[in-house]
């Protein structure tokens, strides 16, 4: 894969249309286009989180073959033992300008209690309503997430933002 494969998937997996049994990351992404902000990626299957994270992210961000080669090698285990919510904090020290903060279905976002679910849900609403979101809303839900970014500015150079809510562009 090429740097130009590389930005048309990323491209790709940020404008997916949602699905019920879509997987997703939350990607901080320090280099490209959206450089400094949070966005929801988005696959068809754990199959394709894993190729974004094996093959994808790390052409995107300029690692070398050999750092390639390690990525793939440590998430292997990602394959079928490893809970989506998992990989996260796992892939975080490989991918380096790249940070993934929350993965998971769909489905997870609408009902999760972590953080990342509680802000988006917040952000939707635009109220401090982090219930789960309900059935009727799922569609506006989906629409809101594939419109929104979280902005990073200021960051120092040796740290890694974390999620704080989400704000539209």
Known sequence: MNIDEAIN????????????????????NAVGILAMSWSFYWFESRAGLLRFIR?????????????????AR????????????EIPAAVDRLLRLIVIEWAGSFEDLCIQDEQCALSARQAFRGADDVSPIKYFERIAFSQF???????ITNQPDDTAPKIQGLTRL
Do not use: K
């Open 145 to 151: 997430l594939q419109s929104y970014h979280h902005m």
């Open 9 to 28: 998937e990323m491209e790709q997996a940020g404008n997916r249309a949602l699905l019920s049994t879509s997987v997703g990351a939350y990607v901080w």
């Open 74 to 85: 440590e998430t292997r285990a990602f394959d079928t033992s490893t809970e989506l919510r």
């Open 55 to 71: 093959e994808v992210a790390p052409v995107y961000v300029g690692l070398s073959e050999d750092e390639t080669a390690r990525v």
